[in-house]
């Protein structure tokens, strides 16, 4: 496996000046040759008008930069539909999804983008409980404790490495993602994520990042955590490989 470049997939509804901000901070910190692409996926109800001028405004800049930029509307609902939405979209060896929020810190992209180029087969991915790492202010009081407990809540239930299961910053082969059957199409997916991974035997290792701003997840939605959480616990992890569901249609 080669490192060759990434897709970076930025899902969109409401943001404008952050997202113009993200974009061009992409930009000016990442080498252009290592970006294949920025894949923009915006919603047929929930990208506002002024979040799809931003979007026709960083087309020009992002192009002007020697970087592809496609621009996609989600047919599957929620944050989760748009996020495997750009990753079927996606042509880069490597994908990283971001927020546009400027909620994620980039100062980590060319960080994970380097350890990519050095260890290309390897899931890399930005834990906010590591040393030099820290949540954002949404996280305050009852919010932050109940992410904690979460977390411990899941590594007790999915034995591994990583310190942070809900955050779905990372740079990874896409084709690690297109070998699993994806069932979120919630905020729910970046946990989906992890856990199939590790379910798969895929290691993840982490560096350590802050979320800045708040968070788009509310209380239904981290609940929802929990049964999903139990069920790919115990679902056979056959149960969610292409690969051996297509082996069983034809056979």
Same mark, same amino acid.
């Given at each position: 496996m080669k490192f060759e470049n990434a897709s970076v997939i930025?899902?969109?509804?409401?943001?404008?000046?952050?997202?113009?901000q993200e974009v061009s901070t992409i930009l000016d910190t990442c080498n252009p040759a290592d970006l294949k692409e920025f894949v923009i996926v915006t919603s047929p109800t929930l990208t506002t008008p002024g979040a799809r001028e931003s979007v026709? %405004?960083?087309?020009?800049?992002? /192009?002007?930069?020697?970087?592809?930029? =496609?621009?996609?509307?989600?047919? $599957?609902?929620g944050m989760g539909g748009a996020m495997r939405e750009g990753l079927d979209?996606?042509?880069?060896?490597?994908?990283?999804?971001?927020?546009?929020?400027?909620?994620?810190?980039?100062?980590?992209?060319p960080k994970l983008i380097a350890l990519a180029k050095e260890h290309p087969e390897q899931i890399y991915s930005v834990s906010r409980f590591l040393p030099g790492g820290g949540l954002?202010?949404?996280?305050?009081?009852? %919010?932050?404790?109940?992410?904690? /407990?979460?977390?411990?809540?899941?590594? =007790?239930?999915?034995?591994?490495? $990583?310190?942070?299961?809900?955050?779905c910053y990372r740079i990874?082969?896409?084709?690690?993602?297109?070998?699993?059957?994806?069932?979120?199409?919630?905020?729910?997916?970046?946990?989906?994520?992890?856990?199939?991974f590790i379910r798969l035997g895929r290691t993840m290792l982490e560096?350590?990042?802050?979320?800045?701003?708040?968070?788009?997840?509310?209380?239904?939605?981290?609940?929802?955590?929990?049964p999903l959480s139990l069920r790919l616990?115990?679902?056979?992890?056959?149960?969610?490989?292409?690969?051996?569901?297509a082996e069983e249609k034809t056979s």
């Open positions: 930025i899902p969109i509804t409401r943001e404008t000046s952050a997202f113009e026709q %405004k960083m087309q020009a800049v992002s /192009l002007a930069n020697g970087v592809p930029y =496609l621009v996609l509307e989600q047919h $599957i609902p979209a996606a042509t880069g060896s490597h994908v990283i999804i971001q927020c546009a929020d400027q909620s994620q810190d980039l100062s980590c992209m954002g202010k949404g996280y305050d009081g009852l %919010k932050g404790l109940w992410n904690r /407990l979460s977390q411990k809540y899941l590594k =007790l239930l999915y034995p591994s490495a $990583i310190t942070d299961y809900t955050y990874c082969p896409v084709t690690y993602y297109r070998e699993v059957v994806w069932e979120e199409t919630m905020h729910p997916f970046a946990l989906e994520t992890a856990l199939k560096i350590p990042g802050r979320q800045f701003g708040g968070t788009q997840s509310g209380y239904r939605e981290t609940l929802l955590y929990l616990r115990f679902t056979p992890v056959s149960n969610f490989q292409k690969v051996q569901i």
